[in-house]
């Protein structure tokens, strides 16, 4: 039997991150425990209410955030907030399924497609690698807001 797994990203700003990759991915973030969140509602601000009310100090209440699959099945992606710069190369980064089952030009204008909407939320393109077969179908590399390296294939 497989195991079930998170993501976990470091970051200086856990809510911006996550809302970052709550739009690329097409996420949510869940709602504080016991609180039911109403249709429509803003899940942080219900976060930051619950927050206040258990008593965490505001400084400490961009420490954690936190992103599911709406679906159930893609793996909780965590931020923990840390206070060092990312200095180097990511040893684990994540691909982006945004063009599954096209090739071509069919598959690279997908993937431009979704560059461009993940640059409008923050992320930086890096260099696009053209479609080498039989081994490379080709895939968009990028950044996050915090530097954090991905590819769109």
């Not at 739009?23 to 219900?46: R, T, W």
């Not at 982006?96 to 993940?118: K, S």
Request: proline fraction near 10%; aromatic fraction near 8%.
């Amino acid at each position: 039997m497989s195991r079930r797994f998170q993501v976990t990203f470091d970051a200086h700003d856990p809510r911006a991150l996550s809302s970052f990759w709550r739009d690329a991915l097409k996420y949510v973030h869940p709602g504080p425990p016991g609180v039911e969140v109403p249709e429509g509602a803003d899940p942080l601000d219900a976060w930051d209410e619950f927050l206040a009310r258990i008593g965490v100090p505001e400084d400490q209440r961009n420490s954690r955030s936190a992103i599911e699959d709406p679906e159930g099945e893609g793996p909780r992606v965590f931020f923990q907030q840390v206070p060092e710069d990312k200095v180097a190369k990511n040893r684990v980064h994540l691909d982006v399924r945004a063009a599954p089952g096209l090739r071509g030009e069919e598959r690279m204008a997908a993937l431009e497609t979704e560059c461009d909407r993940l640059v409008g939320l923050g992320a930086k393109r890096v260099r696009r690698f053209e479609p080498a077969p039989p081994l490379s179908a080709g895939h968009i590399v990028m950044t996050d807001p915090e530097g954090n390296e991905f590819c769109l294939d």
